[in-house]
C-alpha cells in the first residue's frame, strides 16, 4: 500500500485529532435478557444533525461517559455493543482510550462487537458525512457477552445502483439518483419503410411514460430492397423530440443498385439512460432510400 494511503488510514483511527463534543442527553439502564442471562445495557441516540454534522463539518467526535455512580453500578463492565448504523451512508466508530480498541460500523450495517476496556468512558465518532443525507445512529453498550455478528442492509436486501445526480437526457429524472441493474430483457422488433426524408418508427418505445427511464442496451437497423442509382451517405438521428435532444448522430453508407441488406447502425453492450417520459424517434435528414426500401428495427431495453 502506498504510504499516503497508509498514513490516511492510520489517520482515521485517531479520533482524537477532531474536537469531541459532550454526548446531547442522558444515559439510563434497561434491562435485557438473553437465553437463561440476565443483564442491563445502556441506549444512545446520536441525531448527528443536532451535533452539526453537514458537509461543510463532515467529522463529528462525542465522548460518551457511562461513569456515573447509577448506570456504572449496574453496568459493572462493559463487554458487548451493538450499533445499528442501517440507512447511514457513513461509517461510525467506537474508541475506547484506556485500550485504543477501534469498533467499526460500516453504511447501512448493524454489528455486534467485543468491548476490550476497563473502563466506562468512550468517543464515538461519524466521518464523512454530507447536507441533505445526516443518519441517525443508534449504539446500545450492554454487560452480557454477545458473540460478534455482522448484518449488511444493502448486500442483503436491495443492490441499488448509483446513477449521476445530474441526468443530461432528460429533464424529469435529475433528481433520481438509483436504478435498477440494466437487464436489457425487453427485445422489440418493428419493421418499416422510408422513400424520402422524414421520421422512421415516430415512437420507439410506445407512449411515453408517466415517470422513469429506458436503459437502452442494443440497437441495430437493417436496410433491405433498396435501389439507388449511386453510391450515398446516409445522415440519421437517434434523437429526442423533447428537452433531450440528438442522442446519436451517425451516417450510413448506402451501396449502388438493388441489394438485400446493409447495416444502417449496429450498437452492442450499451447502458444509455433515457427520460422515459419524452418521444424517442429515428429519423433521416438526408433521402434515405428510394422506392421499395424496408427497414428493421431491433433494441433491446429495460424499462424502469
Known sequence: MPEQETRRHIEMRILTQYPAQNYIGQSYIVPIKLGPLSGVSC????NWLSYGASTANPNIVVNLDMSGSLV???LGNLRSVYIDNTGSDVPIYIQFPDTGETIVCQPNCTIWAPCYTQAMKCIVAGLGFFTGDIPTTYIIFT???VPPATNIEIQTAVA???GSSTITRGNTI???????????????SYKDTINAIGVFRSNLWGTPLPNGFIILTHIDVKCYNAVAAASMNNEWLLESTGISGTLYDFIAQQPA???QGYDVLNMNSMNIKLDATQTWRLRATTNATTSLAVHVFNWTTSPN
Open 43 to 46: 441506549p444512545f441516540i446520536f
Open 72 to 74: 456504572a453500578g449496574k
Open 143 to 145: 454487560n452480557l457477552p
Open 160 to 162: 441499488l445502483w448509483r
Open 174 to 188: 435529475y433528481s433520481t439518483n438509483f436504478g435498477t441493474p440494466a437487464l436489457g430483457d425487453q427485445t422489440i
Open 257 to 259: 443498385g438493388q441489394f
